[in-house]
């Protein structure tokens, strides 16, 4: 079987997204394509239905545009990239689990949750770029209390979630 | 309807506190480095420093923003002359001149220029922006829902049209953002749409998260992944070179000779500010083309032209009074930091178009004011600092990583002490990297986002005046232009193709 290429796909997701909120709008009866209040004059589903549909037909042509002649890679996998990647999903990953824990524990200790996470997602970092433990440990102390004397004492914001 | 002297006063008054000139250099300062630093841009921080200005008197906030973006856009062209790597896209054509400059043993020179044209290129677009807004601002009085409609509608059409390559997925994503624009309360019935029940989306998806995610973590990871190890040891090795930067300060023979172009090159660059969608880098280019087309030594540009550094320098900073101009009297963005500063307004209750020349004039007096001192206060610490400046440099990417990710979260948090505004900028993150990495155009995405709800809302307006009907957007005369330029902007790329095929085939 032959492989879709990126614009392909990217074109299938743009469809697909655009058949997500037609289907929202035809499914509430309130959106109306005319509003019921006055004739002639668009109601609240009026943009939605016209901008799904186009978004529709618009990834269509982007689906087959990528079948017909596009076949161009856009990233091209070195082995360099393939490291950057795995660093990218790690990054990513412990941005999750910052919010996550910052979520979590907030309710129970408040905006000392929140000073802790970015302590430790810092150092986290920080050691994903190859930082010494040392430079690491540093940065981490620096940016917190940055951040505390900022936005805590400066800014009365408590990071409570 | 005009800005009367009384105003001007009132406004300048306020201005003359100790903090809004402590907001104005520390913005100026802040954005120095971010300019100077590589992978950092002017964008990005005004995205991150927008959220923390809102803690700020609204007068406070601006002077940072004003500080920061002035002096970003200069600052861009430090790298670009001492590293030959731009600091912000708008000072591509710096790093043509600049880094020949450097290597000549011209840097302090390089610098020099760069600061003082920047300054006049800045200085003459804000000129332009005070004289021209209130005229422009006074037009829009007989504007009703269709001209405002077409207007958006123009905006986004540029914003497809110029922003890059690839129309399609220009127009896909201006769509897309339009869509979700849809997001919350319908703005003439107050349905509730797609919000799915959750109380977070009824006022809509918040447009500053969004901004922080795609030019913020966006941004990182897009760095990250393309992270080219053997160029980042290259450019440390060209840091450590550090060559003589010799003198600053162009004589005055020299400054006779560029000040001309330097001017003409201003001119332009408002004008093509002016333009939405079209910024510092596409003025830089064609100032700098147009530059080189009309002197007397073009063989000298690309080779280390003083002249040809001179129009760069002006022509990126040209830019900003004529993007604020479209910005502050039609509420049309004219690149992604008006977008962005169109977002703060509203957050402090104001408008941009008309309003910003009654109801707020005293503020408008302030942000056209904030924008000569910023250029003043630039110069200032530019010339100052141009042979330290280099050391700003020696900040490794990975550092300014760690921060921008803590400083993205933080920011969108202080917002609205919102944990819902984190979860839209992690996600508008992840958007930005992969619409980066497969090259679809985010300013389509951004604006119709920023501006689906003055799209919307007044269509159907306009069509509840009309009673239903569309003749309305063609028989006033403004709306039928502007839907006449609507058009040519989307055939435009057609018959460009069309006639390159033709020219091939020949």
Known sequence: MKKLSADAIAGLLCMAFGIFFLIMTATNPQLSFIATTSDGVPGGGFFPYILSIAVIIMGGALTVRGMKGNSRKYVEMTPERKKNLRVLLLTVAGLIVFLGAWKITAPYFGNTAFMVCVFLFEIYLNKLFERTWKFALIYAVIFTAFIYLVFNMGFSILFNA | ?506
């Not at chain 2, 011209?106 to 920047?118: D, E, H, M, Q, Y």
């Not at chain 2, 990182?220 to 060559?243: G, P, S």
């Not at chain 2, 100032?287 to 540009?301: I, L, M, V």
């Open chain 2, 1 to 506: 309807m005009g800005i009367g002297l009384d105003v001007w006063a009132a406004g300048l008054s306020e201005l003359m506190q100790p903090s809004v000139i402590m907001f104005l250099f520390l913005g100026v300062l802040v954005g120095t480095m971010i300019g100077a630093l590589p992978g950092l841009s002017a964008t990005m921080g005004i995205a991150i420093m927008t959220p923390i200005t809102f803690w700020f008197d609204p007068v406070d906030g601006f002077a940072m923003l004003m500080g920061l973006w002035n002096a970003a856009i200069f600052a861009g062209g430090i790298t670009a002359i001492l590293i030959n790597t731009p600091g912000t896209p708008a000072s591509i054509t710096q790093s043509f001149d600049g880094y020949a400059l450097y290597k000549q043993g011209k840097g302090g020179l390089a610098l020099g220029i760069n600061v003082i044209f920047s300054f006049i290129g800045g200085m003459i677009s804000t000129l332009a922006l005070i004289l021209l807004a209130t005229p422009i601002a006074k037009f829009t009085v007989t504007f009703n829902s269709a001209e405002y409609f077409m207007l958006a509608g123009f905006g986004l059409s540029m914003m497809v049209a110029v922003s890059g390559g690839d129309v399609l997925k220009g127009l896909i994503l201006g769509l897309a953002g339009i869509l979700l624009s849809t997001i919350g309360l319908d703005p003439i019935l107050g349905i509730k749409r797609f919000t799915f029940g959750n109380v977070n989306l009824l006022a809509g998806i918040s447009f500053i998260p969004v901004m922080i995610g795609m030019f913020g973590i966006g941004e990182v990871m897009y760095q990250i992944f393309t992270r080219d190890k053997a160029q980042e040891a290259k450019d440390i090795e060209a840091r450590k070179v550090n060559l003589a930067l010799g003198k600053v300060l162009p004589s005055k023979k020299e400054m006779k000779e560029l000040m001309p172009r330097g001017i003409v090159a201003s001119v332009v660059a408002t004008i093509i500010g002016a333009i939405p969608a079209a910024g510092g880098d596409i003025s830089a280019i064609i100032c700098w083309g147009n530059g080189k087309k009309f002197s007397k030594h073009p063989e000298e540009y690309g080779k280390g032209s003083v002249e040809g550094l001179a129009i760069s320098s002006a022509a990126n900073n040209g830019v900003l009074g004529g993007a604020m101009t479209t910005m502050m009297t039609l509420g049309i963005p004219g690149d992604a930091v008006t977008a962005i500063l169109i977002g703060s307004l509203t957050m402090y209750g104001m408008q941009p178009g008309i309003k910003m020349f009654t109801e707020n004039a005293k503020f408008t007096t302030q942000i056209m004011a904030l924008m000569v001192l910023a250029n003043i206060a630039f110069l200032i610490l530019g010339l100052l600092t141009a042979k330290v400046s280099a050391k700003v440099l020696n900040v490794a990417q990975p550092t300014v990583w760690a921060a921008v990710t803590i400083l993205c979260v933080v920011g969108s948090y202080a917002l609205n002490n919102n944990f819902f505004d984190v979860m839209i900028m992690f996600a508008a993150g992840i958007l930005g990297f992969l619409f980066k990495v497969f090259e679809f155009p985010t300013g389509p995405f951004i604006l119709g986002i920023l501006l689906g709800g003055m799209l919307e809302s007044n269509m159907r307006r306009a069509l509840v005046m009309s009673n239903g009907s569309y003749a309305t957007f063609i028989t006033r005369p403004v709306s039928c232009v502007l839907l006449i330029l609507v058009v040519l902007t989307f055939l435009y790329p057609v018959i460009k193709s069309m006639r390159k095929k033709k020219t091939v085939e020949k």
